[in-house]
Structure formats: structure tokens, C-alpha cells
């Protein structure tokens, strides 16, 4: 797999082929490049409305060099561990970072959680997340204090009484849960509407059909989040079982 930094030609390319339209993987091939290189590069670098050439260019040198004086980033044994190529794991927490990115979360917000999930034990204090990631703690809080709003992280006390922020197995399963929840809110806000607007009235009859719609949704996610869970759950080794072998409530 071709390997090394983007070019500024490359970046050109790059830049020529969202112009045209093109989607990543074809940008990808004709660069003999992997699609999530030029994914995490268009990404980080404006998106593709917004990308530019020598504006990415410019700002990965200036990335580069704020990185050269700082030889080490905090704790490397996770990236090692297991005869990892570390830079293969660095390369690939980019791209874990912009798709978590993509998926709507602030970037400082994404980066501390594929900093968790990357890490072995999944679970780091704040001042070894600061270390990792080369930011400041008030950083590091802000992010910590939003994943926590949205059921991503949780924190427990270690046996120095330092809070860890914690991934575990069961937290994917808590944020579905929390996100039917909050379709249950507009549920009773939109049937709240039907009856101030009037039962028979076009607005009404809108707002009962995105009601049903969201309760069905909270409804299927709910049980499929159930039915799921020991997903969740399967020992590293072992053989997960598909969709398709779960029982049928």
C-alpha cells in the first residue's frame, strides 16, 4: 500500500477531483492512494466545499513542524503492544477521528474517544489523555464533559482516587438507548402540537405522522439494541455472531 505524506501535486489532484465531483475511492485509485488517506485529508482540511490545495498543503507542514520538537506524545505501549506498527495505529487513529468527526462530533470530542477506544484498557485520566494528545486539561474537560452528555464515556474512581474516563462494552448500548429516548421527547413534543393545532388541521395530521414515525423508530432501535447487546459482550478471539444468528424477539 503506497505509503508517505501527500505531495502538493497530489493535493492539486485531489482538489480537481471534488471539483469534478468525484467520489473519494476514485480520487483513491487514481492516486494509487487508500480511500481513507484522501477521506481523512479532505476532512481535516475543510471538507469538500471547502478544500484547498495549498491551504492543506500549508497547513500540514505547519503540523509537522509543531510536532518535531515534541519527540514524545505520552505512553506508546498500547501502539506497540502486540507487535503493532505504530505508525500504521497512527494513520489509522486519523481516520477513526475524522469519521467520528463526520458523524457530527467536535473534533476535540472525537479525538479523546478514538484515543479510548485505541487504548488497551480503555480507560485514561485526564492527564494522560492531555499527554497523548498534546492539549491542554481544560481541553481535555470540555470534550470529556460533551461525551459524557451524549452516554460515550463514563468515569469511575481509581485506587489514587483520580477520575478515569472510561470505555467499556457496555456504552454503545447506553448511547442507542439514550438516543431513543430522545426521539421519545419529540414523540410527546409533536403530539403536543396535534392538539394545539388542532386534530383535523394539515399541521396536525404532519406532526401525528412524524410522531408514529418516531415512535416506531424508538421502538425498533430499542429492541434491536436488546436483542443485540451480547454482541457487545464477546470475548476477543471468539467468533461474533451476526445479525442474522441473533434470536428473534
Known amino acids: 500500500m503506497p505509503g508517505g505524506r501527500l505531495t502538493q501535486q497530489e493535493r492539486q489532484q485531489i482538489a480537481l477531483g471534488l471539483a469534478d465531483s468525484l467520489p473519494y475511492a476514485e480520487i483513491a485509485r487514481r ?3 487508500p480511500t481513507s488517506t484522501i477521506t481523512r485529508e479532505v476532512m481535516r482540511n475543510g471538507g469538500p466545499t471547502a478544500y484547498r490545495a495549498d491551504l492543506a498543503h500549508r497547513a500540514t507542514e505547519r503540523r509537522a ?16 503492544a502486540h507487535g503493532r506498527d505504530t ?17 457530527g462530533l467536535p473534533k476535540m470530542a472525537a479525538r479523546v474517544l478514538t484515543c479510548l477506544f ?33 452516554s460515550l464515556v463514563r468515569r469511575e474512581r481509581d485506587e489514587r482516587r483520580r477520575d478515569r474516563y472510561v470505555v467499556d462494552d457496555e ?3 447506553q448511547a442507542t438507548i439514550a438516543s431513543a429516548r430522545a426521539n421519545d421527547q419529540l414523540v410527546e413534543i409533536a403530539r403536543q402540537g396535534v392538539t394545539v393545532l388542532g386534530p383535523h388541521t394539515p399541521a396536525a395530521a404532519r406532526l401525528e405522522n412524524i410522531a408514529r414515525f418516531l415512535d416506531f423508530i424508538s421502538e425498533s432501535i430499542t429492541r434491536a439494541a436488546e436483542q443485540a447487546r451480547e454482541v457487545l459482550h ?16
Not at 68 to 80: C, I, K
Request: hydrophobic residues 30%.
Open 31 to 33: 492516486l494509487d492512494r
Open 65 to 80: 513542524h509543531r510536532r518535531r520538537p515534541t519527540a514524545s506524545r505520552g505512553p506508546e505501549s498500547d501502539r506497540q
Open 87 to 103: 505508525e500504521a495505529v497512527s494513520e489509522y487513529e486519523e481516520t477513526l477521528t475524522t469519521v467520528l468527526m463526520g458523524s
Open 118 to 150: 485505541t487504548t488497551d484498557t480503555g480507560s485514561l485520566t485526564a492527564s494522560e489523555l492531555a499527554q497523548r494528545l498534546q492539549v491542554s486539561p481544560a481541553s481535555i474537560s470540555k470534550a470529556i464533559a460533551f461525551l459524557e452528555s451524549q
Open 171 to 173: 456504552l454503545f448500548y
Open 234 to 249: 464477546t470475548e476477543p478471539g471468539a467468533a461474533p455472531d451476526g445479525p442474522a444468528r441473533l434470536s428473534k424477539p
